[in-house]
């Protein structure tokens, strides 16, 4: 990885950061995760050992520092102009 986006060519900063994404029927959060994050356009980039690491915790069933619990709303009928 570079010092600048491969989006936007914008300037990157290194950050930890966290992030959280779908995995099945669960939500998943990483924190402190390394990355270098674009000034411009927020895009985050990791690198293949970040990624790689990610991915074994969630294939390989590793047990959690710490679990959330996720509020979950629908808005089916909460919108007055639901369609
Ligand atoms: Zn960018």
Redesign the pocket.
């Known amino acids: 990885m570079g010092k600048?986006?491969?989006?936007?060519?914008?300037r990157?900063i290194k950050k930890a950061v966290t992030l959280d994404q779908h995995w099945g029927e669960q939500i998943v959060v990483f924190e402190d995760v390394p990355a270098k994050v674009?000034?411009?356009?927020?895009?985050i980039w990791r690198s293949c050992e970040v990624l790689e690491s990610m991915d074994r915790i969630l294939t390989q069933n590793v047990k959690p520092e710490k679990k959330l619990a996720v509020p979950v709303w629908s808005l089916t009928n909460r919108l007055k102009n639901a369609a």
């Not at 600048?4 to 914008?10: E, V």
């Open positions: 600048f986006c491969a989006n936007c060519g914008g990157l674009c000034k411009d356009c927020q895009a």
